[in-house]
Structures are given as structure tokens and as C-alpha cells.
């Protein structure tokens, strides 16, 4: 119903309003390393350790990075070892991916850009402080073409500075004893190429692609299997029709699936062709949009890959969007959310059962500054758990916001205790039954927990045998929410807001209403709704008349006549503002020839602190007829 609003705003937004002193100070002098030498990368399972033919360390002429890896590869470790290895991972976010190209700038400097969305230049005492804090594992991410000065005429090569200054942070974490990822993120959206109409701009975008990870590959091919390539981010999907040039692109659905898997092919291959630990270096392949339920659609296909058990899957978790990246609603926690994260989560199995480790690439909950938001501990358990159960590495977004980087540590002791227990250190002396075990009664206890609180407060919950109204409410500013969407859930609320929802029993008169002046005025409206659970299969064809609303406590006079229609088969609804529908529906029940989806428009400038909708519920003619 919504379009997804960007997480990167939000971390660059929250990132901004950190104070200056964090991009003048760190918890140790830069100049100084840990000068620790890395555990090899396959010490715990017992496989047999291989070095590599070309040395443990990069050509000296292409690297001023002191490197403190042991260019060792475990060819029997395969990905699904890998995961376990890799425990509890974390993201260097909006950092190396901070987005600074400028066309025909011949002079790179990194720091530009590692400042460029309000981050501290990295240390190595802020690496090792995220080890520290219980993360075994870090994710890079990087904005290659910062480094590419004229790729827009087709020159692809990188800036040496920059490969140095990716290569100096890879190292930090190696020293802090972690596995690493780096990847190629949003990058300016560069991406969009890929779905272009001009196929010449198609077939560039894929040469772009190959010189670029020809060129890391090169760089890095060195490196022990503690360093893991990603093919992508998030724009493996339907993010290559992304707008280039004020054109969107033109792939379908079922292209850029296509698309997708041949880029994904297309990485696999050419990291293996450089050669070195390249040819059994782990490869994390990027799913669908990184969207759980799109990458578990059949036409995703992982690529096929010369060496054996390599290749490992990434997609992210921000489930639910409203949630977890805005402040609209601000708990976390019914039997629905419970459900919801833990069937996405066990549907994401399918590629564990095939195989493939799989690595939770980003997941989050928005926070403000480091302050967590409410009930983040109980869905960070609750997704923690079942990554131990289904065996995922996750890995935390951060920007600076959990983990502060100015401290090198984590100033919330919950948090900070919730990522030391789930620890590879912590959890490599148990057995995997237990873990498994210890994971799944978390996961029933905290299940179990939500249902009876719900009893105890007497609230009034969704029931696949009841019709409940209740108003669908997002205020146009995204601040205030109430239940939106099909499914009624009562929880998935902000913080604050008093409902009042009434069960359906027949036809008859009743009345609902949202109180917002327990977390503040709502201002405007995004999108609301009268909805009736259930009422489709309960009360088929019946039909809702609006007598009444109050906003305010006072009457407040429509723009236009509504109807009523159902987007699902199940629930009934009246629209009072959907800008996302452009012309009634088909099944449109009691309509005229003023109606619309949209006779309640509110502005910013209209703040509802409380609306009340008294309604008629009534028989439709096809009901009659039935």
C-alpha cells in the first residue's frame, strides 16, 4: 500500500545529528594498529588448511595497506560451517558507501567520502571494540564508483587511494579476529543502467560491473577466506529499472529476475577466472531486492559455482517497514509480529535445506541516536533466536547508533549483553541440539508471553470468526498510525494511540474512534480507512454507510460520497483517503456517481487529536439475494 521509505535516509538523517566532535575524535590515534595476527578462518572445524600459491599478502605495488592476514584457505569448510564461524555480524553503515562522485574529478580523497554522511573516520580501536561488544563478523559497505572519475564515458578504473583505504579497514577487522564482507552498495544508483531502453547502455552497465569486480577481485585475491565478496546490495531486483538520466527502466518482473540471475552468474564466474584463494574464496550472492519472499520465488536461481560448497545468500530484514525504519508505529511485539518474523524466517530455510549458508546482510530497528526504540530487545531476541535455529549470520545495521563509535562500544548494557550471549564465543562450546533447542523455547516463550498479555488486557483481538471495526490511520507526516492494512492488528500501533473497535455481530448501527492525544496530534492523513475484519466471509456483499464522523468532536463534512470494496477477498472496507487507488473498483458496493477513495482529505495544517466514525452496517443486494 505504502512505497517503502529508504532506510538510507533515515540513517543519514539520524547520522547528520550526531555531534561534530565524533568526526574529530575516536577512541584510540589512528595511526596506530592493533598489529594482532588473525585466527585462521577454519581453526575451529578441524579441515585441513591450504595456502595459496600466490602468497599471503596482495602484490606490494598495489597495496601501501599493512596486512596482517595469513592468506590461508580451508577448502573443506563449507558455507554452511562458515555461518556458524561468522556468529553475530555488524555493518560499517553510511561510511564507505557515503555517496561523494563527481564527474571528471581527477583527485580522490577517501576521507571525503567516509565523512560525507556525518561518520568519524575509521580506527582501528573502533573495529576492535565491535569485536568487543560480541560481533564476530563486518560488512563493508562500498560505493565504488566514488573511485571512478569518468565512468559515465566508460572508464572503469578505480583510484588506487580508494582500494588502499577499503583494503586498510579490511585489515582492521581481520587483526580484530573478524570475517569481513564488502560488497557494491546503492552507489549512486548507478545500477538503473541495467534496465535502460538504450541496450548500449544495458551492455555497459555489465562491462562496468565485470571491470570493477575484476579489479577487487585482483586486489584482494590474496586474502584469506576470512574475506567474503557480495555480488550486490538491495538493487538486485527491481531496483535495475531505477531512473538514469530521468528515464525509468524498462525490464519486467520476469526480466529482472532474469537480469538478476545473470548478474549473479556473471559474479560467480569472473571471481573464480582471477585465480589465487579467489577460486575458493566464500561468495555471498545477493537475493531478489534482498526481500525474503521475493528471493524464495522459484525464479530466483542461486548460480552455479566450480567450487564446492562456496556460495552463501544474502537478504535483508526490515520487517515490519513501519517499525523497524520510521516512527509511525513504536512497539513491537503482538502475536502477529511473532508470527509474522518467525515464518519469514523459517520460509528462508528452504535455501539452508539446499545447501547455501545464509547471512541476514542488514536488519534493524530504528533508533534515536543510541537510545534503542521501544521493545527493540524483544524483537532483536526474537530474530536473534531464529537465526540460531535456522543456523543465519546476522548482521546489524549500524550507523553510529547502537554501537557509538566515538566510545568504541555500546552504551546501552541490554543491548550490548543481548549481541555478547549470541557470540560466536559464547555459543561455539555448545552443541548445535542445544543451540537449536535453547533458540525454539525463546522463540514459544516469547510467543506464548504475547498471547497472554493480550488476555490479560482485555484487548479486543484479531479472530478469524469475528468481524471487527476498527479505522485505519496514517497521518500524513508518518508520525501517527493505527492498524493499516487488511489484517487487523491492534499492536501495530504508535505508542499512545486509544482505540476504540467493536465487534460486527449483524446489521446495525456502531461507532469506532482513534484518541491521539495520548502520543500527540496526528497531522493530516496518508491514507485511512474504515475496515471489518473478516466481514467478507462473515457478512458477504453487505454494504458500510458513513452517518457520522467527528474530528475533533466536531462534524466533519465529506468531500465525496464513499462506497464499500474489499482489496483481499476478506476484509471490508470504506476508503476515506487512498491515493493509491485512481478509479473505483470493480465491486464497489453502494456507489454514486460522487464517489471516491478519497472524500477525507486532511493537511498537515489539520491536526486530528481525535476522530469518530458512526456507520450503518447494512445488507448489499447480492447479500439479499444469497
Request: glycine share 8%; net charge negative; aromatic share 10%.
Amino acid at each position: 500500500m505504502f512505497s517503502k521509505r529508504s532506510k538510507k535516509a533515515f540513517t543519514a538523517a539520524l547520522s547528520a545529528l550526531l555531534s561534530v566532535s565524533m568526526l574529530l575524535t575516536a577512541c584510540g590515534d589512528e595511526s596506530s594498529s592493533s598489529g594482532s595476527s588473525s585466527s585462521s578462518s577454519g581453526s575451529d572445524s578441524g579441515s585441513s588448511q591450504i595456502s595459496n600459491d600466490s602468497g599471503s599478502s596482495p602484490d606490494e605495488s598495489s597495496s601501501t595497506a599493512e596486512t596482517h592476514d595469513d592468506g590461508s584457505v580451508n577448502a573443506d569448510l563449507t558455507s554452511l560451517e562458515l555461518v556458524k564461524l561468522m556468529g553475530n555480524g555488524i555493518n560499517l553503515g553510511n561510511t564507505m558507501e557515503a555517496y561523494t562522485h563527481v564527474y571528471g574529478k581527477d583527485d580522490i580523497y577517501p576521507d571525503e567520502s567516509e565523512n560525507a554522511w556525518g561518520q568519524p573516520i575509521t580506527t582501528p580501536e573502533m573495529i576492535k571494540g565491535m569485536k568487543d561488544c560480541g560481533f564476530d563478523s563486518l560488512r563493508i559497505p562500498v560505493a565504488w564508483t566514488n573511485a571512478m572519475s569518468y565512468y559515465e564515458d566508460g572508464n572503469y578504473e578505480i583510484d588506487k587511494s580508494y582500494l588502499d583505504r577499503v583494503e586498510e579497514i579490511v585489515n582492521y577487522a581481520i587483526d580484530a579476529d573478524m570475517y569481513v564482507i564488502i560488497n557494491d552498495h546503492w552507489d549512486g544508483g548507478w545500477w538503473g543502467r541495467f534496465g535502460a531502453e538504450d541496450q548500449a547502455m544495458r551492455d555497459a552497465a555489465m562491462e562496468m560491473y565485470k571491470s570493477m569486480w575484476t579489479q577487487i577481485a585482483e586486489r584482494f585475491k590474496g586474502y584469506s577466506d576470512k574475506l567474503i565478496f557480495e555480488s550486490a546490495n538491495e538493487e538486485l531486483g527491481d531496483r535495475l529499472n531505477d531512473e538514469i538520466n530521468g528515464k525509468k527502466g524498462k525490464l519486467k518482473r520476469n526480466e529482472c529476475y532474469e537480469k538478476t540471475n545473470e548478474i549473479n552468474q556473471t559474479f560467480v564466474d569472473l571471481i573464480r577466472s582471477t585465480g589465487g584463494n579467489n577460486e575458493q574464496r566464500f561468495l555471498l550472492i545477493a537475493g531478489y531486492n534482498t526481500d525474503i519472499a521475493m528471493t524464495c520465488d522459484d525464479k530466483f536461481k542461486m548460480p552455479t559455482d566450480s567450487a564446492k560448497d562456496k556460495l552463501l545468500l544474502s537478504v535483508h530484514y526490515y520487517t515490519p517497514w513501519d517499525y523497524c525504519g520510521t516512527d509511525g508505529v513504536n512497539s513491537w511485539g503482538s502475536v502477529r509480529d511473532y508470527e509474522e518474523q518467525n515464518k519469514l524466517l523459517k520460509d528462508l530455510s528452504k535455501f539452508t535445506d539446499a545447501g547455501y549458508g545464509v547471512v541476514i546482510g542488514e536488519y534493524a530497528v530504528l533508533t534515536n541516536g543510541s537510545t534503542p526504540k521501544n521493545d527493540t530487545d524483544k524483537f532483536y531476541t526474537n530474530f536473534l533466536a531464529n537465526c540460531d535455529l535456522y543456523n543465519f549470520c546476522p548482521m546489524l545495521w549500524d550507523c553510529n547508533n547502537l554501537y557509538q563509535r566515538h566510545d568504541c562500544d555500546m552504551p546501552d548494557a541490554t543491548m550490548k549483553q543481548l549481541f555478547l550471549d549470541k557470540s560466536y564465543a559464547k555459543e561455539k562450546d555448545k552443541s548445535e541440539d542445544e543451540v537449536k533447542q535453547n533458540a525454539q523455547k525463546i522463540i514459544d516463550d516469547a510467543l506464548a508471553a504475547a498471547n497472554n498479555q493480550l488476555a490479560d488486557e482485555g484487548v479486543l483481538m484479531p479472530d478469524e470468526n469475528k468481524a471487527i471495526a476498527w479505522i485505519m490511520f496514517q497521518s500524513e507526516d508518518y508520525s501517527k498510525t493505527y492498524s493499516v492494512g487488511d489484517d487487523y492488528d491492534p499492536t501495530s500501533a504508535t505508542a499512545g494511540v486509544v482505540a476504540k473497535n467493536v465487534e460486527i455481530t449483524g446489521t446495525g448501527d456502531y461507532t469506532v474512534s482513534l484518541d491521539f492525544t495520548g502520543c500527540g496530534a496526528a497531522k493530516g492523513v496518508a491514507f485511512s480507512a474504515l475496515g471489518i475484519s473478516n466481514a467478507e466471509e462473515l457478512f458477504p456483499g453487505n454494504i458500510i454507510t458513513i452517518n457520522k464522523i467527528l474530528i475533533n468532536g466536531e462534524e466533519y463534512a465529506l468531500a465525496s460520497d464513499t462506497y464499500t470494496s474489499s482489496d483481499d477477498g476478506v476484509c471490508t472496507r470504506v476508503n476515506l483517503y487512498n491515493a493509491w487507488v485512481n478509479e473505483l473498483p470493480e465491486d464497489a458496493r453502494g456507489a454514486t456517481d460522487k464517489s471516491t477513495p478519497t472524500p477525507m482529505p486532511l493537511k498537515k495544517t489539520d491536526k486530528v487529536e481525535t476522530i469518530e466514525i458512526q456507520f450503518t452496517f447494512t445488507e448489499g443486494a447480492a447479500a439479499k439475494a444469497a
